[in-house]
């Protein structure tokens, strides 16, 4: 019964081989038909395993017996008898040799596919899809086989019939799915984890930028709070040194800052003009913007010696101070140990007018800006005021019972403020003379004065290395700044306003911030290297440091740009747009650098 059963099937699956065979081409490819034979052959020794072991040889003979003879009469039928039996057809090769030639297939030469819409290129001569041969020649108008120039236009289109992929070969069995089915599944797995790696990677660059802000809001809210509590520290001072300057005023001297008597004080009219002259100086300054012309920093290191003007003073004396005049680079004003004050005119170069009449040496000399005036302090107690016409002496201010060391016109161009060794500063009005007010806070020997830009508060420097800040008006103490140290030798502001440099005798020049009032910058100095002298050009770009040598710095980064050796400084002055410096020092002679 099994045999039966078996001859049956054998039978029916004879009849499908048969007529499935029949249905094909007489062109059908040899390869197409060796497969559905070994195929056949193949389920055949499949099916016998599972067959009583008595029956499997009767079987296997009977399947192959009837497959050879489907095999052999379904063929020659249409191709003459290519082929006499199975076996003989799947071992002699050279009947594929006898079978008509395939035909030949265009591939791509970038894709090595068959073409859907296929070009040639008349000048390689070359096969290519045009999709890709469009989007290489959008970046490229070269052939890309041999690099001969192509363009779109010269592709020769094929007209060839349309191409039927075939069927992958993995994918013709069950095995071969399971395996693209697994391929695809790994890639997919590892497209996953690349899609991960990279989400991380973005929040961690997520948390970085959010950690950063917040850091960024932490500072400003540090930095605005500083700034409150300065303010607050300031208002204080303000108000604490008006009511000092009341109480002083009104007989109680109980407090560290002490008035002289016999003074008219600074009156309301004084006042309300120093005001006003502040708020248009400031308001004017914001408008401001540095000239076109303004020296380069490379223009400075150029500088060199371009004049020197010996003789001006005895020759047992040296220059003790020079000024330049505001708005005349030509005038020069320099102060002597001889007794006298020199005025220069270095166009010309020959002496304008030689001012005489102290009796000691003069400490300091000025320039006014806008009237025919020139200033002198002198070792013998006195500031006199002259005419530049006729060099007479217009007043003489006895504000001072010792040496007057320093002097500094207010921005208002009628006062005058000077500082001595009586541990006074003194704020005088030069049109008639008068002494307004004389401030002290102790007894220690005042070195040098410096009125702000804006002409509200003032600088002085004492012999015990402090620089204290005042509030012109109400003559309050405002803030003393410490870090020196030896005595103050130099004190400067700068144009803008913002910043104060001072100078002693221990070979550094420190940098103060006015709005935070510290000390932000400090210039080392070589070691033993005298600072006597410290001035700002106009656009506050530059700042002149003189002494032993004279050297210059630039305000952004307070690096050194030039350094000119010109032995001991004693005054040095910028021009206009800082396009020149006037130095003197212990030569006697006065040295213009352009």
């Known amino acids: 019964m099994c045999s039966t059963f078996w001859e049956s099937w054998v039978t029916s699956a004879v009849s499908h081989m048969a007529n499935l065979r029949s249905s094909l081409s007489e062109n059908l490819k040899i390869t197409n038909l060796l497969h559905c034979d070994a195929s056949w052959k193949a389920r055949m020794s499949r099916s016998t395993r599972h067959r009583p072991a008595s029956l499997a040889p009767t079987a296997a003979s009977r399947v192959c017996s009837f497959a050879r003879q489907a095999a052999s009469s379904s063929v020659c039928s249409s191709k003459s008898r290519l082929m006499s039996s199975f076996s003989v057809r799947f071992f002699q090769p050279a009947v594929v040799e006898q079978r008509a030639p395939l035909e030949m297939s265009l591939t791509c030469a970038l894709s090595g596919e068959v073409p859907e819409v296929a070009v040639v290129s008349p000048v390689s001569g070359a096969v290519f899809e045009r999709r890709l041969i469009e989007k290489h020649l959008a970046n490229s108008d070269t052939d890309p086989v041999n690099g001969e120039p192509l363009t779109v236009d010269q592709l020769v289109e094929l007209k060839t019939p349309k191409f039927v992929r075939p069927r992958m070969p993995a994918a013709t069995s069950v095995p071969g799915l399971l395996k693209l089915f697994q391929d695809e599944w790994d890639a997919t797995m590892l497209e996953t984890f690349k899609l991960r790696q990279h989400v991380d990677k973005v929040r961690q660059e997520l948390s970085h930028a959010l950690y950063q802000h917040d850091a960024a809001c932490r500072v400003i809210a540090r930095l605005t709070r500083e700034r409150d509590q300065a303010r607050q520290a300031l208002a204080a001072l303000q108000a604490q040194g008006a009511a000092a300057g009341a109480a002083a005023a009104g007989g109680g001297a109980d407090g560290a800052m002490e008035v002289e008597g016999g003074q008219s004080g600074i009156s309301a009219a004084v006042a309300d003009n120093i005001t006003k002259t502040s708020k248009t100086l400031s308001k004017g300054r914001k408008k401001r913007t540095k000239a076109a012309e303004l020296a380069t920093a490379d223009d400075i290191k150029a500088f060199t010696k371009t004049q020197s003007f010996p003789g001006l003073h005895s020759s047992n004396s040296t220059i003790t101070a020079l000024d330049l005049h505001a708005t005349n680079d030509n005038l020069v004003l320099t102060a002597g140990g001889d007794k006298k004050a020199v005025l220069l005119d270095r166009a010309q170069g020959s002496v304008v007018a030689e001012f005489k009449g102290h009796s000691k040496k003069v400490s300091g000399a000025l320039l006014h800006p806008t009237e025919?005036?020139?200033?002198?302090?002198?070792?013998d107690n006195t500031v006199r005021v002259w005419n530049v016409k006729d060099a007479s002496c217009v007043h003489t201010i006895a504000a001072h019972s010792k040496k007057v060391q320093?002097?500094?016109?207010?921005?208002?161009?009628?006062?005058?403020?000077?500082?001595?060794?009586?541990?006074?500063?003194?704020?005088s009005d030069l049109h008639t003379g008068q002494t307004l007010v004389s401030v002290s806070s102790d007894s220690t020997p005042l070195t040098s004065v410096q009125f702000h830009p804006d002409g509200l508060i003032l600088a002085t420097g004492t012999q015990n290395s402090l620089v204290r800040i005042w509030q012109v008006k109400e003559q309050a103490d405002l803030k003393v700044f410490e870090g020196h140290e030896g005595a103050i030798t130099a004190i400067a502001f700068s144009e803008n306003g913002y910043y104060l440099a001072t100078a002693a005798e221990d070979a550094r020049v420190k940098l103060w911030d006015l709005r935070k009032l510290d000390n932000f910058h400090t210039i080392e100095l070589p070691e033993k290297a005298a600072v006597s002298a410290l001035h700002f050009d106009y656009s506050g770009s530059y700042l002149a440091v003189g002494g032993s040598g004279l050297r210059v710095f630039g305000t952004k980064s307070w690096d050194e740009i030039a350094a000119f050796d010109m032995g001991a400084v004693s005054g040095a002055k910028f021009g206009t747009n800082a396009r020149m410096l006037a130095a003197c020092g212990g030569d006697r002679a006065v040295s213009i650098l352009s």
């Open 372 to 379: 025919d005036l020139a200033l002198t302090c002198s070792h």
């Open 406 to 427: 320093g002097l500094s016109l207010h921005p208002t161009g009628d006062y005058v403020a000077s500082a001595g060794d009586d541990a006074h500063w003194a704020f």
